[in-house]
């Protein structure tokens, strides 16, 4: 139940991305035709989960009282665009992957995120050292014809304390975790402080304003197969930063809460191991490395319902991938 828990928080996008991958195959151009089609192809996977651990840091702008505290879980999607279904291939950023179709420079190719029909995958050739295979290019997940939707999930525990001049802690720890099959850290911190105290005419309005900055570090390495082959792991840390300007107002049990800010995420992806490939049986150490970043304007707009001191809330983010957020979890101010 643990190992089904934790890829299911942390490792979703190992177990849906790379499952399918055939590495083999994508190495027969070499590492750098490899990484260069890799990056496109997941995408979505980094951008979505880099916005998506940056939701839940509040659910209220009003600080806690001296050493009150909350302690809650969060969940959230981002939700993937259509534009992140397909990036465009274009034969002049490779050197031994080409369209199989020479009367095409460049073409719209699936996402890891994206369609599985084979009218969809356009053939790509495949060549190194004189030896070409053309097959299609890599399917999509087929996520969206399961259940609808491209979401990218993740989920995190925080807990928050109050200080001193109306400031906020928020702590986000997990400690590593280390199983035959995955490892897992998270670290993240933001600090919410009370601005309306400091503003004269603002400090009489009925509302509470705020402003938060948060950070996130997510470090994780899902091993492929531990038991035969325990040196070939895919690992990807993330980090990200997030600015806010936030506003809440309480309506007796109901709080309503917002803000406006900017977001923003990098991503290292790396294979590790030795692969060999399948038509010329060339072999390749750690043969991916891979770097994504990303950053933009976050808005959110939520509602956060307490029953004594129980607290449910919900928002949703318009930002580059929209995220919504839930989160559940026990207050004492």
Known sequence: MKKKITLLLFAFWTTVSFGQIDLGTILEGGTNDANAYLKGYLSPITTGFGHGINGGWYSTAKAHKFLGFDIKVIATGAIVPKEGESFTFRNADFTNIKIDDTNLSSVEIPTILGSQKLADRPLLEFSNGGNSISISSLPGSGLKEEIGQNIVPSAMVQLGVGLWKNTDVKIRFVPEQKQPEFEFSTFGIGVMHDIKQWIPFVKRLPFDVSVLAAWNDVKSKFYMDHKNNPSQALEMNTKTTMFQLVASKKFLFLTVFGGVGTSSYTSDVNVLGT?????????YTDPVALNYSGSGFRGNLGLNVKLLFLNI??????????TFTATVGFTFR
């Open 275 to 283: 692969f060999k490939t399948k038509n010329t049986g060339q072999t």
């Open 313 to 322: 809330s919900a928002d949703y983010a318009i930002q580059e991938y929209n």
